[in-house]
């Protein structure tokens, strides 16, 4: 069977079936989005295994058969998602936890007194262990740029900590240094 006469057997499958299968799949399916999927992932596997439907009415058990297989594996997969949900939301809970359970609580509200731009900067740097040259790329700015917003991220998060009347000793030496630029 040549394209033109492929094309032309699945129109006329997709135009003879398609309201059935598409009753069919509404009644079991659980929103618009999961209707629409499995009604082109079946056409979709009708078209591709155009050669095994069969012909006339036949071919819409067919259909009702591949429609079966592809809401049990969206069904499947869905399950999958809402486990994974579920571990997730558990894990950020119980980190959430550890983090509120940390004795750096003035340091940890000293951070999230800056500017949003001043918090990503120095999360680059100290979460993501990005060099300047890969923050200017992350960034769109220049090395230069990013050295200089860096040095005052990094002053103002200092006075920000100094403020609070922490031992700055246990954040290092620069810590203290520019605290003290700071005073």
Known sequence: MGPPEARQRFEEIYLAHYQAVSSYVTRRASSPDEIADVIAEVFLTAWRRLADVPAGDEARLWLYGVARRVLANHHRAETRRNALAVRL??????????????????????????????????????????????????????????????????????????????DLTRYGTRAVSLAKECT
């Open 89 to 166: 939301r558990e894990n950020l809970i119980l980190w959430a936890e550890s983090v509120i359970d940390q004795p750096h609580d003035e340091a940890r509200e000293a951070f999230l007194r800056l500017s949003g731009d001043d918090r990503e900067l120095l999360s680059l740097v100290g979460w993501e262990g990005l060099s300047n040259a890969e923050i200017a790329k992350v960034l769109g700015c220049s090395r230069g740029a990013v050295r200089i917003r860096l040095h005052r991220a990094r002053k103002r998060l200092a006075a920000e900590l100094a403020a609070t009347e922490l």
